[in-house]
């Protein structure tokens, strides 16, 4: 823990801008996204575009896109560089350079823990009026969209799991806050930046992100949850392209 007064204002600074420049300003513009959509008739009459076009000309909706991919590998280095600038050995916190082979099946089993209970409580919200339409992807996308699709849910992965888990934990540990309080700021911001999806979206991710956190905080590794994650995103993403009309 960190006890330097200097150091411990610096690192709530650093905390701070952090949030601005990544996911805690996600969370309050999703925030507004909601109250918005329910002062114009309801989140539940919302048709929302996970990963819309950025462009009606192909090759610059290419570049856009791949450019966001790029943003978000971009979040996850600054959470990784001010942890190794700040003097800790990033494999104590479980950012190595590559999955080790157990991380694999465990990641699969997380995605499966995770992923299929909520893309069910998705849709009851949804149902509920509590959760808008969700549009994973543009099923008559051009024919680079699926390798952009993948690229997009390794970013989400890599970015969130890095950020919102590792880093996040890693800086509240040192300034004293208790574990309970800290998994559950990790888990509300991941909640927060995706309520632009509705309550149930949310809720979600909360969920997910106290699934997550705790299992970081038990075993310091960040990779089954970047795994995990990455597949749930990419079969969200990817699998609408061949479901999506089945659910309307």
Known sequence: MVSDPRQR???????????VLTFGMSALLAALSLI?????????????????SLSTIGWIDFTRQTLSVVR????????IYLLWRSGIRLSTVGILRRPAPRDL??????????????????????????????VASDEHGPWWQIPILVAIAV???????????????VRLRQLGVRDGAALASSAVLRGAYHLYQGLG?????????????????RTTRL?????????????AFVGYLFV???FG
């Open 9 to 19: 204002r610096a690192l709530w600074i650093e905390l701070a801008i952090v949030g």
């Open 36 to 52: 918005e959509a329910q002062l114009t008739g309801g989140i539940g009459q919302k048709s929302i575009a996970l990963n819309p």
């Open 72 to 79: 978000l590998f971009g979040i996850a280095a600054l959470g």
């Open 105 to 134: 099946p465990v990641g699969v089993g997380l995605a499966a823990l995770i992923g299929l209970p909520g893309l069910g409580l998705v849709y009851v919200a949804h149902l509920l009026g509590l959760n808008g339409s969700l």
């Open 155 to 169: 970013g989400n992965a890599v970015a969130e799991e890095i950020v919102v888990v590792g880093y996040l934990l």
């Open 201 to 217: 979206g949310g809720l979600g991710n909360i969920v997910m992100g106290m699934v997550f956190g705790r299992f970081y905080q």
């Open 223 to 235: 990779w089954p949850l970047v795994v995990a994650h990455a597949i749930i995103d990419t079969v």
């Open 244 to 246: 999506g009309n089945w």
